[in-house]
């Protein structure tokens, strides 16, 4: 891998920082809250799960979906209207993530600051732009991209229309990411390569089978993001 420059597309949201783990903490203090008389926690989360996949085709992703689907969980689930005050409760679970700093997840600085001297980085994230912009500022990891893009979705038109955008040859060219569902598969499908850095804590919505890659690809899989500087 290190016979010339490499473009490098690198996922923000537990790639870089640490991300569902807020999500997951809200999750389990809402359905707390619920506290449902006839659902397990189990079966509660599973409603949640399906408004999530419906709210992200209405409202995309982000704390305004999250938000939305806790208050419609709650709705469906719920024997007690939702009032104003409840309401109110509801949206405090989802809007205490705004709040928390952005934890960089371990030797992400050293290990952007090597491959930014060797290879051109983009950052390539999705979600709504301002939370993500917010992110990205406070992270303090701009300076080692070459680029960012915020986008709706990943999916493989996405992938080709941002190589296409900075004319990269797709055999130089390699989206980083922890998740199988927007990072991995989605760039094989575009026909680049890939590198697969797991999460423990990855979204349950991003959950998929990583593909193989086609035989003109490449697919590496590493265990921390650190270990990019093995293979780059």
Known sequence: MNNGAQNLLIDADDTLWENNVYFER????????????????????????????????????????????????????????????????????????????????????????????????????????????????RSGLKEYFAAVEIVAEKDPAVYRSVTSKYALPKNETWMIGNSPKSDINPALVAGLNAVFVPHGQTWILEHEEVASAPPSQHLLVVERFAQLREHF
């Open 26 to 137: 809200a999750i389990a203090r809402f359905i707390s809250f619920l506290n449902h008389r006839e659902y397990a926690p189990a079966q509660v989360r599973q409603v949640l799960n399906q408004v999530e996949r419906e709210s992200i085709v209405q409202h995309g992703y982000g704390l305004h979906s999250f938000a939305h689907s806790l208050v419609d969980t709650f709705e469906r689930l719920s024997v007690d209207p939702v009032t104003p005050e409840l309401h109110e409760t509801i949206h405090g679970f989802a809007h205490e993530i705004a709040d928390h700093p952005v934890e960089i997840l371990p030797l992400v600085p050293e290990t952007l600051q090597y491959l930014s001297e060797r290879h051109h980085l983009i950052l390539m994230t999705k979600g709504a732009i301002a939370e993500q912009s917010g992110k990205i500022e």
